[in-house]
């Protein structure tokens, strides 16, 4: 028996389809993640119906706001129970540009933004699990085979505005036929960020990372392109001709999920299709591809960063950041040792950080992972850590409740939430 499944995307098309198999596998907790309450519960009570399985739960995520995001986890923070699969399957296909306050367009930002930020936020549970229960849980992102129709252009990656902005911008979504091959570069964005994860991780798999494509299905992702005119008339013929069901593609988002139980290493970092790995696009492996996922991957992080310090509350009274050094202004400046009034002021766009565990149960020997814990434990103390080709960095301890974080990375970011 599975113990616990999470998929985003849950209420309809593949992603309902794999919960369906997954409730099948009779899973310990099934848990479907939706943004709309009663979408949502609409497929629980589906759920419930076509397949018996009576414990499914419906947890609320918006992955077009942070903060939504971050309540999620948090709340899955909370709730200590552990994580075994994880399955990301959250795509949006417009051709019209929508963005939210951040102004980065809302495709692109779910891809490359809010998807990397849910799977580091919940990493630390998985890795959690894995430690405890001795298995090794599964994190799998749908892609698709689109990624092999586009590429970024070189001077995109060498413009130094943050890649994931530069893209996301009203005025790149302007330029001719970007906003009709966007979610194409989407779900490329889906394949560079699993390929920058795993190449984070130790080499011994405590946590297999796939991207999955499930084929050319006739899923509602389509809905807007399907509404009207010729265009509309002629997809829905070759939906009709070549298309697979939802069903017959979530074959492929379960097998990233449990296949291979004997040899799971075979499938980490992977581009899977057909229960098989895949090469992916030849822009993925080249030298443009590996410096673009190097970009979204370090562009990312510093977007979170900012996230998390700006939603941080720095006027707490009970927060060692309340001396008038706001996180925000630590996070833009200070690269060096954190001050002492405001300890969350070491950063470095070489980082990653995420809610995690114990400190002691966490460190890593490998030089590519590094562990730190801001702890409830007082007073205030520090506690050193280097990597074998890093500069050292600080476990930072505060009197108060803080979250504890994990960095992946030659350098730690620290900072309170």
Same mark, same amino acid.
Request: with cysteine; aromatic share 8%.
């Given at each position: 028996m599975i113990p616990t499944v999470l998929v985003l995307g849950a209420n309809t098309g593949l992603g309902f389809e794999a919960t369906?198999?997954?409730a099948t596998m009779n899973p310990a907790r099934l848990?479907?993640?939706?943004?709309?309450e009663t979408r949502g519960q609409a497929a629980v009570d589906k759920l419930k119906a076509q397949t018996g399985y009576q414990h499914a739960e419906l947890w609320l995520v918006d992955l077009s706001d942070l903060d939504s995001i971050k309540r999620f986890a948090d709340k899955f923070e909370a709730d200590g129970g552990r994580l075994d699969i994880l399955v990301e399957n959250a795509a949006v296909s417009t051709e019209m540009f929508r963005a939210g306050e951040d102004g980065i367009e809302s495709s692109l930002k779910i891809a490359a933004l809010s998807t990397p930020y849910v799977a580091l936020r919940l990493l630390p549970i998985m890795l959690r699990t894995a430690r405890e229960h001795s298995s090794i849980p599964r994190l799998v992102v749908v892609s698709s085979e689109v990624h092999y129709w586009t590429d970024i252009k070189k001077e995109v990656i060498d413009d130094p505005m943050n890649i994931i902005?530069?893209?996301?911008?009203?005025?790149?979504?302007n330029l001719k036929n970007v906003m009709g091959t966007r979610y194409w570069l989407t779900k490329l964005a889906n394949v560079l960020f699993v390929r920058a994860l795993t190449a984070r991780l130790p080499a011994s798999p405590t946590l297999i990372v796939t991207a999955v494509n499930p084929g050319f299905c006739s899923t509602e992702l389509m809905r807007e392109a399907q509404s009207s005119?010729?265009?509309?008339?002629?997809?829905?013929?070759?939906?009709? /001709?070549?298309a697979l069901t939802p069903e017959q593609g979530s074959r492929n988002l379960v097998f990233a999920a449990v296949? !291979?139980?004997?040899?799971?290493?075979?499938?980490q970092g992977q581009f899977l299709f057909n229960k098989q790995p895949v090469e992916p696009s030849d822009f993925v492996v080249s030298e443009d591809g590996k410096r673009a996922e190097e970009r979204f991957w370090y562009d990312m992080l510093d977007i979170v960063a900012v996230y998390r310090a700006e939603s941080s509350r720095p006027n707490d009274?009970?927060?060692e950041c309340a001396s008038g050094l706001g996180p925000s202004r630590a996070i833009e400046s200070h690269r060096g040792d954190p001050s002492p009034s405001c300890p969350a002021? /070491?950063?470095s766009r070489r980082s990653i950080s995420a809610a995690f565990g114990e400190w002691d149960d966490?460190?890593? !020997?490998?030089?590519?992972?590094?562990?730190?814990r801001v702890a409830p434990e007082g007073p205030n103390r520090t506690r050193t850590s280097a990597s074998a080709n890093g500069p050292k960095c600080r476990l930072i301890t505060s009197p108060r409740r803080a979250s504890d974080w994990i960095h992946i990375g030659r350098v730690a970011s620290i900072y309170y939430t």
């Open positions: 369906k198999h997954f848990i479907l993640a939706c943004r709309s902005k530069k893209l996301g911008s009203k005025d790149y979504c005119g010729i265009g509309a008339f002629v997809l829905s013929i070759v939906y009709a /001709l070549l296949g !291979e139980p004997d040899q799971p290493g075979k499938l009274p009970q927060s002021s /070491l950063t966490c460190v890593r !020997e490998e030089s590519s992972v590094e562990v730190f």
